[in-house]
T-cell receptor, first 108, second 117 residues
Framework: RKEVEQDPGPFNVPEGATVAFNCTYS??????FFWYRQDCRKEPKLLMS???SGNEDGRFTAQLNRASQYISLLIRDSKLSDSATYLC?????????FGAGTTVTVRA | GAVVSQHPSRVICKSGTSVKIECRSL??????MFWYRQFPKQSLMLMAT?????????EQGVEKDKFLINHASLTLSTLTVTSAHPEDSSFYIC?????????????FGPGTRLTVL
């Protein structure tokens, strides 16, 4: 079983729409949680950390459910520039485990 | 701050040659650097963790004699792919951790795309 599993998508949405997706992780001892964004053929870039209380950064909202071991990301008012692959990342003991990513394509 | 560079950004080589990739932390000292590999449409896979002045710790299934890692200073780690073969073609990404940033805070380099013919 993979440590981090994500729906690969793609999610094709029109500009202005809301899109949401989840990931699940297998290690209950995981200590830190992140969403990264990766553009085609580029390195991943940190989008936001995810906390148990949930957190928001502009149009992006992340939630963590430790009991069910899943993490979600919601993007409101999608922009064309949001088109990317979103990586769910789980950390613990100085290591990061990456999901394979969920691809989002925002169309005009 | 917290900028990590990699060189080269792209390399094409013949099968059997060795390729060295450099990873540098430009504006901070990184006691720990990480090397990842990403195949198309797959997740980043950690290959090894490198601590300055000591031997790298390799993940299960990664051949230490094939992927040589040297972390000679607090700002430089190198990965050498020895006797590269077409199946080694991949996107290699390094990252560096900033001690004050927490144990799981990593800053990624721009990656090196290796193509072995």
């Amino acid at each position: 079983r993979k440590e981090v599993e994500q729906d690969p998508g793609p999610f094709n949405v029109p500009e202005g729409a809301t899109v949401a997706f989840n990931c699940t992780y297998s290690n209950s001892a995981s200590q830190s949680f992140f969403w990264y964004r990766q553009d085609c053929r580029k390195e991943p870039k940190l989008l936001m950390s995810v906390y148990s209380s949930g957190n928001e950064d502009g149009r992006f909202t992340a939630q963590l459910n430790r009991a069910s071991q899943y993490i979600s990301l919601l993007i409101r008012d999608s922009k064309l520039s949001d088109s990317a692959t979103y990586l769910c990342v789980v950390g613990g003991y100085y290591k990061l485990s990456f999901g394979a990513g969920t691809t989002v394509t925002v169309r005009a | 701050g917290a900028v990590v560079s990699q060189h080269p950004s792209r390399v094409i080589c013949k099968s059997g040659t060795s390729v060295k990739i450099e990873c540098r932390s430009l504006d901070f000292q990184a006691t720990t650097m990480f090397w990842y590999r990403q195949f198309p449409k797959q997740s980043l896979m950690l290959m090894a963790t490198s601590n300055e002045g000591s031997k790298a710790t390799y993940e299960q299934g990664v051949e230490k004699d094939k992927f040589l890692i040297n972390h000679a200073s607090l700002t430089l780690s190198t990965l050498t792919v020895t006797s590269a073969h077409p199946e080694d073609s991949s996107f290699y990404i390094c990252s560096a951790s900033l001690p004050a940033g927490g144990p799981d805070t990593q800053y990624f380099g721009p990656g090196t795309r290796l193509t072995v013919l």
